[in-house]
């Protein structure tokens, strides 16, 4: 699956998915095909039917509800054909790696709480080089010296149970981010003071979602990790023009890469470059492709480990 599927999902489609009551009410680790899943209007109405899916390729699916622990959890395949069909040994091959998904599943979710544990408890006994903040039922139940004086200059602030901006087009940001954390993930999001001329990097943790009255919503609890950056910390023109040369990118390839490792969101990119965003995202994923990752973490990951030719 194209690793920008997601994203997209989760930032446009998510909340307008009325698969999502009728997955919530299976029996979890239940096999169900696609009979079970849409309805007639759906099919007929539904972007992600009309939109999302075809873009992405996806066609007739077959999955099951793997809920751990109140998050809703989703395990699927789709058919190589539009016309395609399962086999009766498909589906019994599918529903043997079904309790390995939610397996799969739970050790995610455990290992995101302990990473939550370790990041606040290293906040507390190291030398503070990054702010931390966590959230829990909207309230803020830890947060360091650090995150106390970011709080206090106003750029950012906790409202309404989240951490919002107060620049406009910054807050825009943080509300895509807020949207894409709803699948697990950790990603990253760069927020600019114009006043200051400070740039922050902004990672936001939290657990799986939960669905409730028909809405996915963020779990009870969510940490912001928070880490003000100079200009040189941003990107280094020589560590990613090793990148460039060990992996063979092209000019574009390595632009769209700069891009990402500058946290600046490709809808800019695109925009400033005058190509279509269409153009960067399969610039993004030929490189990605090239460099062996599959994720912005292990795009960011791989690029501190060529720091260290510098």
């Known amino acids: 699956m194209d690793p920008e599927f997601l994203d997209e999902y989760h930032e446009h489609y998510v909340n307008h998915d009325y698969r999502l009551k009728l997955i919530s009410r299976a029996r979890v680790g239940e096999v169900l095909m696609d009979d079970q899943l849409n309805t007639p209007e759906g099919l007929r109405s539904s972007p992600i ?68 544990r370790e990041l606040v408890h290293r906040s507390a006994n190291d030398s503070q080089t990054y702010a931390i903040i966590m ?47 709803r699948n697990g993930e950790a990603p990253l999001v760069r927020l600019l003071d114009k006043k200051s001329n400070a740039t922050y990097a902004v990672q936001v943790f939290n657990p799986l979602p939960r669905f409730i009255d028909g809405r996915l919503e963020p779990a009870r609890w969510v940490t912001y990790k928070i880490v003000q950056l100079n200009p040189q910390d941003v990107l280094s023109s020589r560590t990613l023009e090793r990148i460039t040369q060990f992996y063979g990118l092209s000019v574009g ?58």
């Open 49 to 116: 039917h009309n939109d999302l899916f075809p873009r992405y390729g996806v066609n007739r699916i077959m999955g099951s509800n793997i809920s751990v622990d109140g998050g809703l959890g989703w395990f699927g395949v789709t058919s190589l054909r539009k016309d395609g069909d399962f086999s009766k040994e498909a589906v019994e091959d599918f529903s043997r790696l079904v309790v390995h998904a939610r397996k799969a599943l739970h050790l995610r979710q455990l290992r995101s709480e302990m990473a939550e």
């Open 135 to 181: 959230l829990a039922n909207g309230e803020i139940e830890y947060a360091n010296q650090l995150a106390r004086d970011m709080l206090d200059l106003g750029f950012i602030r906790i409202q309404n149970g989240r951490l919002v901006c107060r620049d406009p087009a910054e807050q825009k940001k943080v509300e895509a981010v807020h949207r894409r954390v």
């Open 253 to 310: 390839e390595s632009a769209t890469i700069a891009a990402v490792i500058a946290m600046e969101p490709l809808a800019e990119f695109s925009r400033s470059k005058g190509v279509q965003q269409d153009t960067v995202r399969k610039q993004l994923k030929a490189a990605m492709t090239k460099m062996g990752v599959n994720s912005q973490k292990q795009l960011f990951q791989l690029y501190e480990r060529f720091k260290v030719f510098e």
